[in-house]
């Protein structure tokens, strides 16, 4: 096993630069705890997933920094990461982790506002008279 994958995950508007190297299970995101940085806890499952999938949870450990976007966006871009890592570690674990669809990249992102409009689809209120 190499010392240290590095992956790129990404979502909406957040980007996270991973590492995974062999460890005790800890999951670092930006300098700070997991749980200290995302307190909800269906944050924390999102990250743990593609891990939990391959069974690898108390094996490796994450280094995450991520930048950009909210919480939702931010942990699926982490998640997104460690899932291209596990894939780069090794190559037999793609057709799990492909099938959970943990390897595509969401491509939904926040529809632009139009101009002459209050926002990207709402329109003003109709008045017949």
Partial sequence: ??????ATGRRKEASARVVLRPGTGKIIVNGRDV???FHIARYLVTIKQPLQLVKKVS?????????GG??????????HGIARALCA?????R????KA????????AKERK???????????QYSKR
Avoid: C, S
Wanted: charged share 40%.
């Fill in 1 to 6: 096993m190499e010392e240290l994958v590095r």
């Fill in 35 to 37: 749980e200290d940085y």
């Fill in 59 to 67: 094996e490796l450990d994450v280094i995450a920094n991520v930048r």
């Fill in 70 to 79: 909210g919480t939702t966006g931010q942990a699926e871009a982490i998640r």
């Fill in 89 to 93: 570690l090794d190559p037999e674990l």
């Fill in 95 to 98: 057709p799990t982790l492909k």
């Fill in 101 to 108: 669809g943990l390897l595509t990249r969401d491509p939904r």
């Fill in 114 to 124: 139009k101009y002459g409009r209050p926002g990207a689809r709402k329109r003003f």
